[in-house]
């Protein structure tokens, strides 16, 4: 059985965009940005999205999701200084987790250079238990299916 390659992912699919800037330290010795700084790119876009539209207070609130899976598929090089749009969508939510995609693009790009995944697992703070997505942030992510 053979698997199917993965292709870039149009920009029609995503619903909601943010803007970043690549950094100087963000090239690596082959003058792209390195494979492991998109991840950070997709952590800063999703946190910015939990943050100001799911009101999420890091460091204060009671159930928090957790990275317990991520991947990313490499199509084409991004070289600083770039401006980077990034697409953000929830591509399963279930109680207790969700899956997030990002496709990263150059303005004028059609088809992302990058495509990530990670799921969020949700847990209590406190006890370290799985925990049920809370209500208002379900209805935040909701927006993104």
């Not at 495509?115 to 209805?139: K, M, N, Q, W, Y």
């Amino acid at each position: 059985m053979s698997e199917q390659r993965p292709v870039p992912a149009p920009r029609s699919i995503f619903n909601l965009f943010y803007d970043l800037s690549t950094r100087w330290a963000d090239n690596d010795m082959y003058g792209h940005v390195n494979n492991v700084v998109f991840y950070a790119y997709f952590d800063t876009v999703v946190n910015r999205y939990l943050i100001e539209e799911g009101g999420m207070r890091p460091g204060v609130d009671p159930v928090v999701g957790y990275v317990v899976s991520s991947s990313a598929n490499y199509f084409a090089s991004i070289a600083h200084p770039a401006e980077i749009v990034c697409g953000l969508r929830v591509v399963r939510l279930g109680a207790k987790s969700c899956t997030w995609e990002i496709g990263v693009f150059l303005e004028n790009d059609e088809e992302s250079r990058v495509t990530g995944r990670f799921t969020h697992a949700f847990v209590d703070t406190t006890t370290g238990a799985s925990a049920e997505i809370p209500e208002p942030l379900r209805r935040v992510l909701q927006k993104l299916t």
